[in-house]
């Protein structure tokens, strides 16, 4: 494996907001990214979705920040800015010629600290329009747009922080009040919630100083979330979920529980998920899509959380007149056969290298290095991941692979989300 060695280095301030800075003058830019701890799985039953839509309110201006201003003072200074929000956080992230730094950094800090002054019930309500239109076109009138919803509920209990998308209920919405907004917005956002990591043309004096000058002067004013790690073993017996649409092809998604992000056996279920599905190379590619051509596409791979349980997922396209239960039961074939047998050593090699390739390229982009620092520091409490996982995961030995896959991956631990092309009925 590649030996990686960033400079990171790693203050928090009094207001207990975490600064990393990881100084890089190959470019005469720099990336701003503030990571927040709270995504969909901190939200209460009938407050679903207020996380996804802060994302939202968030450019809506601040205190000392019109509506749009963030994007437009940026913008014309060079930059480019959006921002995310998952199951386990909300980030916001802008990449600016270094001379916009501290632009940048008084602009996050507004919006961090004095957004409320700008969450009227008009932003509001045009905000809330604005998600059900985003729910409109990604995942309801798209073909299998809500397939990854079935997928989580279907795998993970009602009661699970995890069961919910984080686009939420648009019955939440609609019901949220104003004041049960602001009170999201106080009990998550602020400084002792959030790290922020400065990535670039900058040396780390003159990042915490520009940090220290914007941020500094807020509050500690966030709750931070307790830690509750809702642990969950792998399914007792397969789970199924088959829906009937105008779809273009069959679809099955089968999902596995998986151990937490960032675990050993997590990455041992990773590694596995590549050579079973997640490479060209892969078994499953080659028996189901390039011999017995029953599947057009074919893909697996491994999305970490860290709430008690990660996800596994494998997806199939299945092709014009296969029979998707013949393939589910191939896929199921070739998982007892891994589980058996474990990884060749030309699967390990291959899935290595790919894991090795994909990390290296990710942090080549100076966004994407930014955002892995954050990301790992927030979560893992590790600002030092990006120089570490390749060594970890290099560490991981084939019968680890073996024995994860027999723990995780079995058969029998399925969920099944199937989308099947409706048939016509013809009336007689």
């Not at 830019?29 to 939200?43: L, P, Q, Y």
């Not at 915490?208 to 969950?232: H, Q, T």
């Amino acid at each position: 494996m590649a030996d990686i060695a960033y400079p990171i280095t790693d203050r928090t301030l009094p207001n207990g907001l975490r600064v990393i800075v990881s100084e890089d003058h190959a470019v005469p830019t720099v990336t701003v990214n503030v990571w927040v701890n709270v995504g969909s799985r901190h939200e209460a039953p009938g407050r679903t979705g207020f996380a996804h839509l802060f994302e939202h309110l968030m450019f809506q201006g601040s205190r000392n920040v019109a509506s749009g201003e963030h994007f437009s003072a940026l913008m014309a200074q060079g930059g480019r800015l959006n921002a995310t929000t998952w199951f386990d956080r909300t980030n916001y992230f802008e990449t600016v010629p270094k001379g916009a730094l501290e632009l940048a950094l008084w602009l996050e800090a507004d919006r961090h600290g004095h957004l409320l002054d700008a969450v009227t019930q008009e932003n509001l309500d045009n905000q809330r329009d604005v998600v059900k239109e985003e729910k409109r076109q990604r995942y309801d009138n798209v073909p299998y747009g809500n397939a990854l919803i079935d997928v989580y509920a279907t795998i993970f209990p009602a009661d699970h922080p995890y069961h919910h998308p984080t686009i939420g209920s648009m019955e939440d919405l609609d019901d949220a009040r104003l004041e049960d907004v602001h009170a999201f917005f106080r009990r998550y956002y602020g400084p002792n919630n959030s790290v922020l990591t400065i990535v670039g043309d900058v040396t780390p004096d003159e990042a915490f100083a520009a940090a220290e000058k914007y941020f500094g002067v807020l509050p500690a004013s966030a709750e931070r979330p307790e830690p509750r790690p809702y642990r969950l073993e792998p399914l007792a017996e397969p789970a199924r979920l088959d829906r009937f649409e105008e779809v273009p092809n069959d679809r099955l998604h089968l999902a596995f529980r998986l151990p937490v992000d960032s675990s050993d056996d997590f990455f041992a279920c990773s590694l596995a998920l590549d050579a079973i599905g997640g490479l060209s190379t892969s078994r499953l590619v080659q028996r189901l899509v390039r011999d017995e051509q029953v599947a057009t596409s074919l893909s697996a791979h491994a999305m970490g959380f860290v709430d008690g349980v990660s996800l596994g997922l494998l997806s199939v396209d299945v092709a014009e007149g296969a029979d998707p239960m013949a393939i589910e039961q191939a896929i199921c074939e070739e998982l007892d056969r891994f589980i058996t047998e474990g990884p060749t050593e030309i699967e390990l090699e291959s899935s290595m290298a790919e894991t090795e390739r994909s990390w290296l390229s990710a942090l080549a982009s100076q966004d994407e290095r930014a955002d892995a620092i954050c990301h790992y520091t927030l979560l893992a409490d590790d600002p030092h991941y990006v120089n570490s996982f390749l060594d970890r995961v290099g560490a991981v030995t084939a019968a680890q692979i073996r024995q994860a896959a027999a723990t995780w991956l079995a058969p029998t631990s399925r969920a099944v989300v199937s989308y099947l092309v409706k048939q016509e009925v013809h009336s007689a």
